[in-house]
T-cell receptor
Framework: ETGVTQTPRHLVMGMTNKKSLKCEQH?????MYWYKQSAKKPLELMFV???????ENNSVPSRFSPECPNSSHLFLHLHTLQPEDSALYLC?????????????????FGPGTRLTVL | QQPVQSPQAVILREGEDAVINCSSS?????VHWYRQKHGEAPVFLMI?????EQKGHEKISASFNEKKQQSSLYLTASQLSYSGTYFC??????????FGQGTTLQVKP
């Protein structure tokens, strides 16, 4: 496997279900990201992990719970979602991330998980 | 504050040029440009740091005017492969990376 992979590619779940999205990067990067991409809305950065520590949480509801067990893997745990949470969820990685100005580097994106909440 | 991209959509013939603009109401540290083809993941084009520098990537280049809080992406002699949605992302002193709504570019033969 190369680059950034995401599983599953498609997921349909009910509002009472609990599911998890998985992301794996094979690039040796130290930073990983979760994005939400909805139709007709801009790309929304949800979470940033640097060296397995969560460094950004952009006002994301608690029904989304990220986990980064190591620098190569990132999960997004989902529970009691709403229909408006239906979207494409993209994972990305970059070599590093820094709190200093200009701390965001070139990001490599995975293919995404298309989530539908019924 | 979300950056504003213009135009929202543009249609070109092969070989024509296009400019996509990205404006912010905040002072910016950096501007990021990505292209996303339909059904695919976004792909990195370039990052511009404050300082008014211009960067190039094949026939795609960009400028960053820090004082005007604007960036422009220039596509010259467009090719069919340039079709897609172009996103700018801006990083301000809040430390947040926020993306614009995207500009859809269609290049026709």
């Amino acid at each position: 496997e190369t680059g950034v992979t995401q599983t599953p590619r498609h997921l349909v779940m009910g509002m009472t279900n609990k599911k998890s999205l998985k992301c794996e990067q094979h690039l040796g990067h130290n930073a990983m990201y979760w994005y939400k991409q909805s139709a007709k809305k801009p790309l929304e950065l949800m979470f940033v992990y640097s060296l397995e520590e969560r460094v950004e949480n952009n006002s994301v509801p608690s029904r989304f719970s990220p986990e980064c067990p190591n620098s190569s893997h990132l999960f997004l745990h989902l529970h009691t979602l709403q229909p408006e949470d239906s979207a494409l969820y993209l994972c990305a990685s970059s070599q590093d991330w820094s709190r200093l100005a200009g701390g965001y580097n070139e990001q490599f994106f995975g293919p995404g998980t298309r989530l539908t909440v019924l | 504050q979300q950056p504003v991209q213009s135009p929202q959509a543009v249609i070109l013939r092969e070989g024509e040029d296009a400019v996509i603009n990205c404006s912010s109401s905040k002072a910016l540290y950096s501007v990021h440009w990505y292209r996303q083809k339909h059904g695919e993941a976004p792909v990195f084009l370039m990052i511009l740091l404050k300082g008014g520098e211009q960067k190039g990537h094949e026939k795609i280049s960009a400028s960053f005017n820090e004082k005007k809080q604007q960036s422009s992406l220039y596509l010259t002699a467009s090719q069919l492969s340039y079709s897609g949605t172009y996103f700018c992302g801006t990083e301000s002193n809040t430390g947040k990376l926020i993306f614009g709504q995207g500009t859809t570019l269609q290049v026709k033969p």
